[in-house]
């Protein structure tokens, strides 16, 4: 339950500390007294979106705290433990700041979270009720998830959607491999075309640049053969160059070396390595006379490779390709190709999940549908009996049609309530019959037999009671109380007769200091209380009259301590 709520420069509000108890909080005041300022700042320490305009004029930053009190059984204490987020003892507090720059940030037990997570934990701790709740529920597209959140099913709800997902999810799947499929012989032909054409081509890896090597040796086969001649002429002396070559003059130098070694010894590694030189030279005098006489002068040879290469040139420019690489891409066309082939095993495997999921969603969306039957008798009659409660003799029914076609999300029906406000008529839609009285005595009936079917321990309704008074007024005040009594209920109203069952109650109120409008927040006093109940029937002029009728609504109420 909430505890404390702690609010610094957000709209017109400087600084508020309000404490909170159990049972029915009433906050009452003027229209624009500011109100709405305490919810949209309990709305932040939730999770809520942050506006920076929310910031007090003048300030750089606004912040929000909430403070509660939680049991080690509830629900919310297990996810704080899940996230690392569990605090000491029952208390558990939430922050959120907001700057002038548009940064705002969270805080769970002060430990920074992302909104998301601050939102998450939010949804479980505080429900707030607004006005648009009875517009929400003319709208036959909440109605089931109202039923759902009545009948305590969530792990039905999500099991049915996920199965419902899985199965859409392969539906399209095969649509798409079915349009693939009519695609497909256009395709294959197109392939098997090209890569036709490339196997016909028979390259070889590497083949382009051997050839170009080749090439180039038979273009200019008559220009190395003379330098390979005058080379091996400067080396041997061969083929009428001076006999003063290479080869001939190491031969000297290396006897010479020899000779005199026999002398000095110290001249043996010297003449050695000369003679080894020699042996060297001739030997690369050989490879070049090798090289020389396998060059060919062969016009058709050369005519050929320039129109192999011209081919696989062509095939690389049209492929915007390398040569090597148009292997690769005819080994990515090869693998389409198979895996064209293989479309109808694929069809198959899909239609078989296919039929997989549906059977699994009929199983669990059959399960659904059950607990949703059950559920709608409970709450015919509990929202009946909290309807006669609140002053209205009156039928409710919820009408489950059922869907016909692909799986849904939602299982296998639609739902809507529909009402008979009087004796003797029948049951019809609620935006066809309802008055606005009335409806918000339905919200209130439904709201009331939700608070018993949710874990939330704190319920929050504001203004639920617009376009009503008197009796029925008096009926939704005697409602809100005897919901207090199982949830911790606060109640933003401006009805006498509503305000009357507070167990507390709290006057918002505009002062002015040091020349700047604020928000003020006042405990009221069973005498106190009186004056604000006389203000709320009478207006500004307090009348006797008004503080008696104000005392009988006090007396008349009498709420239950919870």
Known sequence: MLRQLTIENIALVERLDLEFGPGLTILTGETGAGKSILIDALALTLGARADSGLIRTGCDQAMATAR?????????????REQELNGDGEELFLRRTLSANGRSKAFINETPVPITTLAQLGDGLVDIHGQHDHQSLLNPASHLTILDAFACHDELVRLTASHAQAW???????EALRQRARDALQRRAFLAHQLDEIDAAGIQRGEFQELEQRRGRLAHAVRLGEAATR????ISGERGESEDSASRLLSWAAGELEDAARLDPALTPLAEQLRSLQYELEDAGERIRHYADSLETDPEQLEALEERLALIRNLARKHRQ???ELLELAETWRAELTSLD?????EQRLLTAMEASRR?????????SASRKQATQRLTLETESHLSQLGMNARFATSLRPVRGDPRSTGLEEAEFQISANPGEPLKPLKQVASGGEIARIMLALKTA????????????????VGVGGRTAAAIGAKLAQVAQRRQTLAVTHSPQVASWGTRHFKVAKATHEGRVRVTVIPLEEEHRIEELARMLAGEEITPAARENALALLRAAIPETP
């Open 68 to 80: 509660f009190l939680l049991p080690d059984h509830h629900p919310a204490r297990l996810w704080l």
């Open 168 to 174: 859409q999810t392969r539906h399209k799947a095969l």
């Open 231 to 234: 080379a091996m002429a400067q």
């Open 322 to 324: 390398s040569a090597d």
């Open 342 to 346: 293989q479309i109808d095993d694929d």
């Open 360 to 368: 699994d969603f009929d199983h669990s969306a059959a399960r659904l």
């Open 450 to 465: 939700l608070a018993d079917a949710v874990t939330v321990p704190t319920l929050i309704f504001d203004e639920v009671d």
